[in-house]
């Protein structure tokens, strides 16, 4: 199993609505990431989880707030987001330690905040 | 900071013909890049990767080249066909956890 699975793949929230994304891999990966993509844009890092340890927060506003339950689980926490948060948001995992390596994608959640 | 050029930003080819696109990146300890292929609403996904103890890797159609005295690297796509389509970044990361991206290449490949 080389995939990694995001939920949902769609949506819409207002902004004074609480929604969670959802990531998932069986990959054994002990890092996970959380981008965001603005069209015709690469994406932006915002979050690396390693042995579900925060590791990397890049000043992400606290509106998102990620969490890692556990090695084959991340979310992303939504909440009280502006219009200009509509994006899609891509999680990544890979192994950690060792030699860097490709870093595997979902397909991304597609958001719009209203 | 750390940064990646990435050019051209659209590269238009005609079928069969070769599409180069080039990145230079600003961290000397970086060592590993690859590069990402990204068709319209999907992911991306890994087409190639070198690292800085080799000059130059091919898979089929698809060479990477880097000059580490430069700080650049490239990606060569020969005979191209209208499904290498599609909109190419190139990466740079220096063994953390992070991975520069380049702007991104949008490739149109005209039959």
């Known amino acids: 199993d080389t995939e990694v699975t995001q939920t949902p793949k769609h949506l819409v929230m207002g902004m004074t609505n609480k929604k969670s994304l959802k990531c998932e891999q069986h990959m054994g990966h002990r890092a996970m990431y959380w981008y965001k993509q603005k069209a015709k844009k690469p994406p932006e890092l915002m979050f690396v989880?390693?042995?579900?340890?925060?590791?990397i927060n890049e000043s992400v506003p606290s509106r998102f707030s990620p969490e890692c339950p556990n090695s084959s689980l991340l979310n992303l926490h939504l909440h009280a987001l502006q219009p200009e948060d509509s994006a899609l948001y891509l999680c990544?995992?890979?192994?950690?330690?060792?030699?860097?390596?490709?870093?595997?994608f979902g397909e991304g959640s597609r958001l719009t905040v209203l | 900071g750390e940064n990646v050029e990435q050019h051209p930003s659209t590269l238009s080819v005609q079928e069969g013909d070769s599409a180069v696109i080039k990145c230079t990146y600003s961290?000397?300890?970086?060592?590993?890049f690859p590069w990402y292929k990204q068709e319209l609403g999907k992911r991306p996904q890994l087409i190639i990767d070198i690292r800085s103890n080799v000059g130059e890797k091919k898979d089929q159609r698809i060479a990477v080249t880097l000059n580490k005295t430069a700080k650049h690297f490239s990606l060569h796509i020969t005979e191209t066909q209208p499904e290498d389509s599609a909109v190419y970044f190139c990466a740079a990361s220096s063994g953390t956890y992070k991975y520069i991206f380049g702007t991104g290449t949008r490739l149109k490949v005209l039959a």
């Open positions: 989880y390693s042995y579900e340890k925060l590791s």
């Open positions: 990544a995992s890979r192994g950690a330690g060792g030699r860097t390596g490709e870093l595997f």
């Open positions: 961290d000397s300890a970086s060592n590993y």
